[in-house]
């Protein structure tokens, strides 16, 4: 669906308010461009099978359509902003010299190979696809390189971790950070954000504000980036988020925004927990859900500005509770924790993403049914639940908030 030239197309400002319009990223063929030998580098545990994942991301899709959010696909965005500012070549150039592959005849090659589409969404998929080495034959292409790579099959790698469109950029407020991403491999995808609101007509008319970009040296990913209110953010200094890109949003977000406070939740650099929302999730205007395990050693650092243009930081000492409580003026704050008190059912269902719910309303999440224990007590603190089944997609290590990213919510 192509989005309007005079809507105003971005308002974030909470996690739970009711959510209006979001963008998706269907899982396509890169997933069958994973193997044994790329799964680490490519930042997954196993291989997803793609027909099966297709069926529950569409099922996931269609509970967004019967709540009445408008669902757009990344893919197709990126195709409409290329066509409509004509840019498929620059497009094409910049994707490849993120590629991986130097210049020569396998380059020249994939180049022609793109630019032979006549339909732009369709080569869109193919740089998300990635090359295998059978799809481009050059006769005289041997090179140093492809002799010490010889048994490796892909000549340029696929972004299996699209389907995750939280984390490539994020919105807050009417703006985005488009984000510099911890991976390589990740990082590549958020070319299809810069041509997006450098290029559609429904953002680059509006002239979106940019609170991070991605040549920034230090990383942040959308997955630690929570809008707990209109006044405060909360920010994930974990895995894929560096501490020195918290200050540098802070201080964009400070200067451009009606935002006065970042609380930094220090959860430790660590695969299973890699973003904030992966432990710690707001669900309704006063209920939080928590993965326990983090509860004994989780920091917290309130960031403000120093009416001198800077930042100060100050380390919270009180419960996460009373801190929660002061930031957002709430007279109580519930934390509802992932698995309840059973360390074993806790440690597996986090992993299963039992702590990321993607909020449609205060106390409406969509989550995934296999969840069992986390869910129930979300269903006794009275949360209203749409269950969806996650068995492939979770396999990516996401779960609902991860596999979205809203781009409208009521105020």
């Known amino acids: 669906m192509m989005l309007q030239r ?16 979001v963008i998706l990223h269907r899982p396509g063929k890169e997933l069958e461009n994973l193997i044994p030998m790329n799964l680490e580098r490519l930042l997954f545990d196993d291989i997803p099978y793609l027909e099966a994942a297709q069926a529950e991301h569409d099922a996931f899709a269609r509970v967004l359509n019967e709540n009445d959010v408008e669902v757009l696909y990344l893919e197709q965005l990126v195709a409409q902003a290329i066509d409509d500012a004509q840019v498929k070549e620059a497009f094409i150039d910049e994707w490849l010299s993120e590629s991986g592959l130097e210049p020569g005849s396998h380059y020249a090659k994939v180049k022609e190979y793109l630019m032979a589409y006549e339909d732009t969404f369709e080569m869109v998929l193919k740089t998300m696809a990635g090359f295998t080495k059978a799809e481009i034959k050059v006769p005289h292409g041997n090179t140093l390189l492809d002799n010490i790579n010889k048994d490796y099959p892909l000549l340029i790698d696929p972004m299996p971790s699209l389907y995750f469109t939280r984390d490539p950029f994020a919105t807050i407020g009417n703006g985005v950070a488009l984000n510099y991403m911890y991976s390589e491999t990740r990082n590549r995808e958020t070319i299809y954000g810069k041509y997006l609101f450098e290029h559609h007509p429904a953002f680059n008319n509006q002239k979106v504000p940019l609170y991070y970009f991605r040549n920034e040296s230090t990383y942040i990913e959308g997955g630690d980036i929570l809008v707990l209110s209109k006044d405060v953010l909360g920010i994930g200094i974990s895995q894929r988020t560096d501490a020195r890109s918290i200050e540098k949003i802070a201080r964009n977000v400070f200067k451009d925004t009606s935002y006065q406070q970042v609380l930094a939740f220090m959860i430790g650099s660590n695969r299973k927990f890699m973003h904030l929302d992966t432990v710690f999730t707001m669900i309704d205007h006063d209920k939080f859900l928590i993965h326990p395990e983090i509860e004994d050693y989780l920091k917290v650092f309130a960031i403000t500005e120093d009416g001198r243009g800077g930042i100060r930081l100050e380390e919270k000492m009180e419960s996460l509770e009373h801190i929660l409580e002061e930031a957002l003026k709430l007279e109580n704050v519930q934390l509802i924790r992932c698995g309840g008190d059973d360390p074993v059912v806790s440690a597996r269902e986090q992993w ?7 909020a449609l309303a205060p106390g409406e999440l969509i989550v995934y049914d296999r969840n069992i224990v986390t869910n129930q ?11 969806i089944k996650g068995s492939e997609l979770v396999r990516g290590r996401g779960g609902p908030r991860c596999m979205s990213m809203p781009i409208y919510r009521e105020r």
Do not use: T, W, Y
């Open 6 to 21: 005079q809507e105003m197309p971005i308002q974030v400002f909470s996690e739970i308010s009711r959510l209006k319009r």
């Open 377 to 387: 007590l979300l269903e006794d603190a009275g949360i209203k639940l749409h269950k």
């Open 352 to 358: 299963n993403d039992g702590a990321n719910a993607l």
